[in-house]
């Protein structure tokens, strides 16, 4: 297998069937450095307008539509010293009479220490003095390009990934997404230093890294929605809004994979995650919603 230093000279605000800027073999690794979500690189020169413009798209040998692409997150690397968030919460994630109560949501600029693994904001306000932060670095934008020739914009998602901003797509995560046309054509950008659930300010601490991932062909895996998995869980991801139908989407899956992966019958299923399900939210602040559901791997039973 081959490891590619993909440095990109072009980059996309919309994931679709663009031409490859890379193309790789199954099992192949690449390594790349991300703009953050406003375009802007790790010398702070901005590269691209926002949102959120994407590496790639990388062409993967072998993929077809009816595969899934497994995505191993290997590593991911802060290759700068500042981030920004927002400084109010997001108007849509508060009672609609506390909006008018809300600050302005002026950007603000974090400062990210690589060796100590932590951030601040690099001018604190008051109560938030000694408010130092483990950095948890996660993608929060990344996935394949749609069926039916579609390009979808970096600021939503959909069932080919997207805009999820899960705090579960991070190092040491696998991640899968449904292939839909030839080669899969991957694209990756946007990159947290680390976020609460929700992004409910409507970013993490935005800020470029160094990324390292595994891309894997699996043939004939037929998903709908992507999937993951890491040491302790595995996981299913709903996009949509509203927010119920973003949970049924990734119940169903759930519920699907452990009939179809698993063995279990639907009766069986039913009872395990009605009673060890756990959900979490990805995306509460974009176009289209993202919900997890999560079952712990001690509960599953043996392939």
């Not at 699907?256 to 009605?274: E, I, P, Q, R, V």
């Amino acid at each position: 297998m081959t490891t590619h230093r993909f440095v990109p000279t072009e980059w996309h605000n919309v994931l679709g069937t663009l031409p490859p800027a890379l193309t790789v073999a199954s099992g192949d690794t690449v390594i790349t450095e991300t703009l953050d979500a406003w375009g802007i690189d790790k010398d702070g020169e901005k590269r691209r307008p926002g949102p959120n413009p994407m590496n790639g798209p990388i062409h993967i040998e072998g993929a077809a539509p009816g595969d899934a692409l497994k995505v191993d997150i290997i590593r991911m690397t802060p290759n700068r010293a500042t981030g920004w968030t927002r400084s109010s919460l997001a108007g849509n994630v508060v009672d609609p009479e506390s909006v008018r109560d809300l600050p302005s949501r002026d950007p603000v600029t974090w400062a990210i220490d690589r060796q100590a693994g932590t951030a601040q904001l690099k001018d604190p306000v008051p109560g938030l003095e000694h408010f130092v932060l483990p950095l948890e670095p996660m993608i929060g934008c990344f996935g394949v390009a749609p069926a039916l020739g579609q390009a979808f914009s970096t600021a939503t998602s959909a069932e080919n990934g997207g805009n999820m901003d899960y705090r579960g797509c991070r190092p040491g995560a696998t991640i899968w997404f449904p292939v839909a046309v030839d080669g899969a054509l991957f694209f990756l950008g946007d990159c947290h230093a680390i976020q609460g659930d929700g992004e409910i300010v409507g970013t993490g601490i935005e800020t470029s890294y160094e990324v390292e991932v595994r891309l894997t062909v699996e043939k004939d895996r037929k998903l709908v929605w992507p999937r993951g998995e890491n040491d302790d869980e595995i996981f299913s991801v709903g996009n949509a809004r509203p927010l119920d139908q973003a949970l049924q989407h990734a119940t169903t899956d759930m519920f699907n994979w452990l009939c179809t992966d698993y063995g279990l019958s639907k009766t069986a299923a039913s009872h395990l995650m009605g009673q060890v399900v756990r959900y979490e939210v990805g995306n509460v602040y974009d176009p289209a919603y993202t919900m997890v559901c999560k079952i712990a791997k001690k509960w599953l039973p043996k392939k």
